[in-house]
Nanobody, 115 residues
């Protein structure tokens, strides 16, 4: 079992920035990967960014160059820095951990970008 606690999110104007943080109950090195997903109203959940144990990162095409995922190994945290936010980034963002090839999820945090 992996517990994930998220923080950050909120309301921001278009062009602004937000930072999401996720703390895992296990060492990051014991996880296959950690990342952030989002679900916008009326849409399916999609992967936003992910980082593997080896440090490989993947991003959703629409956030490349604007979002950056990073990790703090000592604190077992993974952050998502979101810059140049757009109204279409509005969604509930979920932290995800892949542990022994099973998915674990945080409770979700709302990000709202006003135009």
């Amino acid at each position: 079992q992996v517990q994930l606690v998220e923080s950050g999110g909120g309301l921001v104007q278009a062009g602004g920035s937000l930072r999401l943080s996720c703390t895992a109950s296990k060492s990051i090195f014991s996880l296959n990967a950690m990342g952030w997903f989002r679900r916008a109203p009326g849409k399916q959940r999609e992967m936003v960014a992910r980082i593997t144990t080896a440090g490989t990162t993947n991003y959703l095409d629409s956030v490349k160059g604007r979002f950056t995922i990073s990790r703090d190994n000592a604190e077992n945290t993974v952050d998502l820095q979101m810059n140049s936010l757009r109204p279409e980034d509005t969604a509930v963002y979920y932290c995800n951990a892949l542990f022994r090839w099973s998915n674990y999820w945080g409770q979700g945090t709302q990000v709202t970008v006003s135009s």
